[in-house]
Nanobody
């Protein structure tokens, strides 16, 4: 069964840090660009960050630039999202998603938070509150 599983969410105080993990089972991630999305209560889903299959390029939403870092370890079949200086407005369910790309979209070189994803995880809740 092909699936993505997020972990690492929890309750953290403002200014604190968390690291989320996205692990794949049933397939290998090294042919996929991986993205993180989040959805806060009552709000639309928002793209947070993505990383190419090679790990050579990343993108971030303006709201998290300078605070979040995406990385991957293909040997462990896992992608990470390091989140620092967390704010209450970062509270959301965080999802990872995989994009295999296409003949005209090479995920070794590009990733985008606007593309349709091929696989989604079920999410992990991050709550930033004092």
């Amino acid at each position: 069964q092909l699936q993505l599983v997020e972990s690492g969410g929890g309750l953290v105080q403002p200014g604190g840090s968390l690291t989320l993990s996205c692990a794949a089972s049933g397939f290998t991630l090294d042919n996929y660009a991986i993205s993180w999305f989040r959805q806060a209560p009552g709000k639309e889903r928002e793209g947070v960050s993505c990383i190419t299959s090679s790990g050579g390029s990343t993108n971030y939403a303006d709201s998290v630039k300078g605070r979040f870092t995406i990385s991957r370890d293909n040997a462990k079949n896992t992608v990470y999202l390091q989140m620092n200086s967390l704010k209450p407005e970062d509270t959301a369910v965080y999802y990872c998603a995989a994009d295999r790309g296409s003949f005209v979209y090479n995920v070794k070189e590009y990733c985008s938070l606007r593309r349709g994803m091929d696989y989604w995880g079920k999410g992990t809740l991050v709550t930033v509150s004092s």
